[in-house]
Structures are given as C-alpha cells and as structure tokens.
C-alpha cells in the first residue's frame, strides 16, 4: 500500500486549494481514505474521509461547508477541494488509508489508519 499526497503550498485567507492523495495496493470499494492535518504540538486531527464503503463523505466540524473531497476511481486518487481556507487551517496535511470498514465514529480518527503518506504543507497567511 501505498499513499503520495501533493498540492500543498501557500495561500491567503479566503483562497481556496486542492490536494491530492495518489493512493495504490487497495480500492475505495474496500478501503476508507482519511485526511488529517498536524500542526507542532498538537495531536492529528481527523479533517475528512472518503470510501464506497459509505454513502457520503465525511467532513470534520472544523471545515464542514468549506472542504469538499472527491474521488477519482480511475486514477486511485481522492481530491479534497478546501475553500475559504482561514490561518486555522495551517498545517501538514497526511492522507492515509485503512482495509476495510471501521465504524462510523472512528473514520476521523488518525489510530485506525494503518497506511500513512508524507505529508504536505498548507500555510494560509497574508
């Protein structure tokens, strides 16, 4: 299993920004992709997930109504579109993956995921 995230970089506040996390040795028909962001000194923070193993995404409180992810299942990659990105929203963002289904709850929390991508830098400022 592999993950390879990309499409960080800087933006100004109320910008927007699309990454993607290039993913293979799995299928979103049995596996869920999360995304999760780690600023120094505190804990990884589930933002989003995505699977066909559910019926809609997931989105954090956090960025609910600004990020939006999507999926390409020819190309194995997830694509979150942030928008309205505010300086909170600094940080390195991972994308990782996990086989088969987790309960609901657990889908934004980083312990369940067993496969981790580099992470890639956001940094809102003006």
């Known amino acids: 299993v592999q993950l390879q995230a990309s499409g960080g970089g800087v933006v100004q506040p109320g910008g927007s920004l699309r990454l993607s996390c290039a993913f293979s040795?799995?299928?979103?028909?049995?596996?869920?992709v999360g995304w999760f962001r780690q600023v120094p000194g505190k804990e990884r923070e589930g933002v989003s997930m995505i699977s066909r193993l559910y019926g809609n995404p997931r989105y954090a409180n956090s960025v609910k109504g600004r990020f939006t992810i999507s999926r390409d299942n020819s190309k194995n990659t997830v694509y979150p579109q942030m928008n309205n990105l505010n300086l909170e929203d600094t940080a390195v963002y991972y994308c990782a993956a996990r086989k088969g289904r987790l309960v609901w709850s657990a889908t934004l929390t980083a312990p369940h995921y067993d496969y981790w991508g580099q992470g890639t830098l956001v940094t809102v400022s003006s």
């Open positions: 040795g799995f299928t979103l028909d049995n596996a869920v």
